[in-house]
């Protein structure tokens, strides 16, 4: 009976004690989108992931084949195949629109630059300048942003700064520690279709081509896109800029626009809009709008 009651003692002490020993250790969580992930991005991840573990043969894959060279070096060639398999199944027409098609280096960076959905990961662009979150007036901080799912990131392997390599980013993960990991899919890794992981301060990485329009960047001289598209439609809203000159490339005549409203601003001139000349723009154009009436219309329910 004593044994009896040792052993169970033990047993008891043992259990008491387990949650002491027997911890489980931290495990890292996925976090969830900031936005909601559009029904076609996510039929576009969802072939990128049924393309897994496919295997060039002696250099060649489909998607090479499909642009017309076989033997490409095929990161981006992936992600456009895949992108036109969506559009095939769904009848939308993303590629050119939501995605870039192409294949050379920097093509697909500089096509999101154009479409104003890029974001540096260190908050800056060369031959650009510094970006913001849409509204902010504070700067971008470097590795502020966490790529959504079905954004596309761009890395550079050099000095130069030219884009290498392409992939999509199917999730980010926060990490025990509290870093953050991009967990992507990507092709010809090395030679086949496979997921990746790479940290959100990895110096590889160069930014994101992002599926929404999250980020402001100053404007200047030379520049051409949407972006300054959107800059000279608010200068002719405010009667500063002529509705001949909404081009989306940043003219002298749109540079004199900005040093007039800098100048009514008592901004110092550069004719540069930076992120306080931006925000500056778009609330005296709001304003504007509700001083003038004759842009409202009023429905009487008159015929």
């Given at each position: 009976m004593r044994r009896y009651r040792l052993l169970l003692a033990l047993l008891l002490t043992a259990l008491l004690c387990a949650p002491a020993w027997a911890q489980e250790e931290p495990q890292e969580v996925e976090i969830a989108p900031a936005y909601p992930i559009p029904g076609q991005v996510q039929q576009v991840l969802d072939i990128a992931r049924s393309e897994l573990g496919y295997e060039e043969v002696r250099g060649v894959t489909k998607y090479g084949e499909w642009v017309g060279d076989p033997k490409a070096e095929w990161c981006a060639?992936?992600?456009?195949?895949?992108?036109?398999?969506?559009d095939q199944q769904l009848g939308?027409?993303?590629?050119?629109?939501?995605?870039?098609?192409?294949?050379?280096?920097?093509?697909?960076?500089?096509w999101f630059l154009r479409q104003g959905r890029y974001i540096a990961r260190k908050g800056m662009v060369n031959n650009w300048g510094t970006q913001w979150f849409k509204g902010s007036d504070q700067s971008m901080a470097r590795n502020a942003y966490i790529p959504q799912p079905g954004d596309w990131v761009f890395f550079s392997y050099g000095a130069s700064g030219d884009t290498s390599h392409v992939a999509m980013v199917e999730a980010c993960y926060r990490q025990p520690d509290g870093s953050v990991v991009v967990q992507v899919i990507e092709g010809n890794n090395p030679s086949a279709v496979a997921r990746a992981r790479y940290p959100l301060t990895d110096w590889r990485i160069q930014g994101y081509g992002t599926v929404r329009d999250l980020a402001d960047i100053v404007l200047r001289m030379g520049l051409e896109g949407e972006k300054v598209r959107a800059l000279q439609e608010q200068l002719h809203l405010v009667e500063l800029l002529g509705e001949q000159d909404?081009?989306?490339?940043?003219?002298?005549?749109?540079?004199?626009?900005?040093?007039?409203?800098?100048?009514?601003?008592?901004?110092?001139?550069?004719?540069?809009?930076?992120?306080k000349t931006q925000l500056a723009l778009t609330a005296y154009a709001d304003g504007w709008l509700m001083e003038h009436s004759s842009f409202w219309v009023v429905d009487d329910g008159s015929l």
């Open positions: 060639e992936f992600l456009c195949w895949v992108v036109d398999q969506a939308t027409q993303m590629l050119r629109s939501l995605y870039p098609f192409y294949s050379a280096n920097n093509t697909g960076r500089d909404i081009n989306g490339f940043y003219s002298q005549r749109t540079s004199d626009a900005v040093k007039a409203f800098q100048q009514i601003m008592d901004m110092p001139t550069t004719g540069i809009a930076n992120q």
